[in-house]
């Protein structure tokens, strides 16, 4: 296993913690936004553990095998992967909107899962256009010197 999934499994759960000793010490489980925020971050964590995290060291284990050079057309090929795409991309959002719920605090549980929504929405389309964008030119001729 690589230190950052170490990394991932020691920060994750402390973020979470922090964020309920906060809550229960200032408001409790009465206010949306929080609510809201707390259940998000726990789905960001799994999904980049169930998602994101096999993909990434599939990717890791082949770039680490490779002399310095042409990147190969397989690697490629998983680098270009749609569902790691989007769910990077995704993921992004949702944190932004997490941040948004943090700092402008809405009262609403339809304002706050809405923005949440929106930003899921926001990043999924990002993903599907950069990606069509991204991987339309030749990413075989891409050279890369590993350092090891």
Known sequence: ???????????????????????????????????????????????????????????????????????PAPLARQLGDPVLFTTVHTQFCVGLGILYLMVLRPESWTTSVGAIVVAAVVGMGVAQVTQRTAFRRDVTRVSFDVAR
């Open 1 to 71: 296993m690589h230190a950052t999934y170490y990394v991932h499994l020691v920060t994750s759960p402390l973020i979470v913690l922090t964020g309920l000793v906060m809550m229960f010490l200032r408001e409790g489980f009465t206010t949306a936004w929080i609510d809201i925020a707390l259940v998000t971050m726990v789905c960001l964590s799994a999904s980049g553990l169930w998602v994101s995290r096999k993909r990434l060291s599939a990717i890791e284990t082949a770039a680490r095998q490779l002399p310095d050079g042409p990147l």
